[in-house]
């Protein structure tokens, strides 16, 4: 299950938007999203921040993988450390991207979005904890055998 709900939760990243570019005199503010930035004085897409989408897709996808492995636990835990890194890269990539990308008469708003692979790291740190507890279980079965 938690597996499943990190999954959605980097799924649900990738479609909002998670920062707004303000500026700091008049002006209209740009969203940006994990895939592109969009103008709003021209309306115009900028895929400068494409590598943030393809850090949520991967991130995703491992974890979807994880959780029709079930029968394998040593590469549920690998997974779930490989998923949490990509998410952990996720994070740097889009403190760097704000601040790089950000126009020079623009203040960076962060968005609410930005927040979720924070709480998607957490529940694939839970799940990997499940799955060594029922690794744990498994082996002290198998002892008293």
């Not at 479609?15 to 103008?39: D, H, K, R, W």
Request: glycine share 6%.
């Amino acid at each position: 299950i938690y597996l499943l709900l990190a999954a959605i939760l980097l799924t649900v990243c990738a479609c909002l938007p998670i920062g707004t570019f303000v500026p700091t005199a008049v002006g209209i503010p740009s969203e940006m999203y994990n895939i592109s930035i969009i103008n709003g004085e021209t309306g115009t897409w900028d895929f400068s921040g494409f590598s943030l989408f393809m850090l949520l897709v991967a991130a995703a996808a491992v974890t979807v993988m994880n959780v029709f492995n079930y029968h394998n636990r040593k590469k549920q835990k690998n997974y779930c450390n490989i998923a949490i890194l990509v998410a952990l890269l996720w994070i740097a990539d889009y403190f760097i991207s704000a601040e790089l990308l950000c126009p020079e008469g623009m203040e960076f708003k962060y968005g609410f979005a930005a927040a979720l692979p924070f709480f998607a790291i957490i529940l694939i740190w839970l799940a990997r904890k499940g799955i060594i507890h029922d690794e744990n279980l498994i082996k002290a079965a198998d002892r008293i055998r």
